[in-house]
């Protein structure tokens, strides 16, 4: 079965600090990868994906992922973070064929929290 | 440009009720996702639906069914409402064939069973 583990479940960080939230997979077939950020009381945006190609993969407000293979892990970062990144990071997995086209598969989240 | 639309965004059923909830996919997409998010937890797949057909399912009970109707919009059903269905409920919605490039949620509908 396929499953995402975001390895810290709360990450408190100062304002204009550098952040990264860590996620971790398991796959033996190809996958896509998502990060999805949620703020209160709202659904989830997307904030960049991983299909194929560069592993570095570039999304909106400043955020990156770098997928690792061998690895298993697609963590998130941001050079410098603001008081409104504050809100839930989901990691997310589809595989790429399948029965399971199609569908996400979730972590348990990532509350960032950025202090002044 | 509408996104997805969900309804209502808060609703208190008794435990034993049936709850419908609705989801208009954003202008262009044919395939609409369910997924329950209970409190703390990450989203978890209820079961995808494209052309009126449900297309895949996830671990959940027959009490949780769904539609879709010719205009691509969607309705999830669940029967005999447990405590434990509390959750925030949230509809995605893609191009068949581009899933992968991503979902629109939308905002979701909360859903408190007492």
């Known amino acids: 079965a396929q499953s995402v583990t975001q390895l810290d479940s709360q990450v408190p960080v100062f304002e204009e600090a550098p952040v990264e939230l860590r996620c971790n997979y398991s796959?033996?077939?190809?996958?896509?990868l998502f990060w999805y950020v949620q703020y209160p009381n709202q659904g989830l945006q997307l904030l960049l994906k991983?299909?194929?190609?560069?592993?570095l993969v570039k999304g909106i407000n400043g955020f990156e992922a770098e997928f690792n293979k061998s690895q298993t892990s697609f963590h998130l970062r941001k050079p410098s973070v603001h008081i409104s990144d504050t809100a839930e990071y989901f990691c997310?997995?589809?595989?790429?064929?399948?029965?399971?086209?199609?569908?996400?598969?979730f972590g348990q989240g990532t509350i960032l929290t950025v202090h002044p | 440009d509408a996104g997805v639309t969900q309804s209502p965004t808060h609703l208190i059923k008794t435990r034993g009720q049936q709850v419908t909830l609705r989801c208009s996919p954003k202008?262009?997409?044919?395939?609409v996702s369910w997924y329950q998010q209970a409190l703390g937890q990450g989203p978890q797949f209820i079961f995808q639906?494209?052309?009126?057909?449900?297309?895949q399912r996830g671990n959940f009970p027959d009490r949780f069914s769904g539609h879709q109707f010719p205009n691509y919009s969607s309705e999830l059903n669940v029967n005999a409402l447990l405590l434990g269905d509390s959750a925030l409920y949230l509809c995605?919605?893609?191009?068949?064939?581009?899933?992968?490039?991503?979902?629109?949620f939308g905002s979701g509908t909360r859903l408190t069973v007492v």
């Open positions: 995605a919605s893609s191009v068949q064939g581009l899933t992968n490039y991503g979902y629109t």
């Open positions: 796959s033996s077939v190809s996958v896509y």
């Open positions: 991983y299909l194929s190609g560069s592993t």
């Open positions: 997310a997995v589809s595989y790429a064929g399948g029965t399971s086209y199609g569908k996400l598969t």
């Open positions: 202008s262009g997409h044919d395939t």
């Open positions: 639906y494209y052309e009126e057909e449900e297309r």
